[in-house]
């Protein structure tokens, strides 16, 4: 039986339950967003961005319990490392989930565009595979469902940046006022660099596979 195997049972009452408490809550947070960017009444996008807050700090709960359970667990028979790169990986979609969602309320941001959309989107997808991966290293007896994920994942983040490109693109090429064009970029780059963090993920769990697969 290999480590990762090991690791990963229904009997592992400790990480292996938080990471699915973080892999579910990081999709509750990229969907909250997504009703933030998409309601038109404001609000209710308020209300939707104030959920987005809460579930972040859900989110650094989790991610806490983890490192305490490490720095509790000397020894492991799944990598420590990789532990820490998975758990820190997620935080950090959720950390620039929420950035977006606040700059949004602080730029008091009126036009959200087509493409902010289409970018929460891309995330609420990612964000999906994640959480159907994570929840698949409880058994890893299907690592298709993992590589199937990541492969997914990262044509996302590809999506997302010509997505985010183009729509930087075209700020500079119509929008006239200076100041409301660098609020969109800020937010446009904000929910690409989630994007990243949701790439950053799918590699620390391909970084497993090839570990312990």
């Known amino acids: 039986m290999n480590s990762i195997f090991k690791f990963f049972t229904p009997k ?10 973080a892999g579910s809550n990081v999709l509750k947070i990229s969907e909250a967003l997504l009703l933030a960017l998409s ?23 989790i991610t806490h319990s983890i490192f305490l359970e490490l720095s509790k667990n000397f020894i492991t028979p799944f990598d420590r490392e990789d532990i ?26 009126k036009n959200v565009g087509d493409a902010m959309i289409k970018l929460a989107e891309l995330l609420v997808e990612m964000c999906t595979d994640l959480d ?15 590589a199937d994920a990541c492969v997914r994942i990262n044509s996302g983040e590809n999506q997302a940046d010509y997505v985010c ?33 949701c790439e950053d993920a799918a590699n620390v769990l391909e970084s497993i596979l090839v570990k312990n697969a």
């Open 12 to 21: 592992d009452k400790k990480f292996q339950p938080l990471f699915e408490q």
């Open 39 to 61: 309601a038109t009444d404001v609000e209710k996008r308020k209300e939707y961005i104030k959920e987005v807050e809460r579930l972040e700090h859900v989110g650094d709960d």
């Open 84 to 109: 820490h790169a998975l758990a820190s990986a997620v935080d950090d979609i959720a950390d620039y989930i929420h950035a977006s969602a606040s700059n949004i309320e602080l730029y008091n941001v």
């Open 132 to 146: 159907k991966a994570i929840r698949e290293l409880r058994s890893f007896k299907n690592i298709r469902v993992i």
């Open 165 to 197: 490109n183009l729509a930087i693109a075209r700020l500079f090429e119509f929008e006239t006022n200076a100041i409301e064009l660098i609020k969109q970029k800020e937010v446009l780059q904000t929910l690409e660099m989630a994007t990243d963090k």
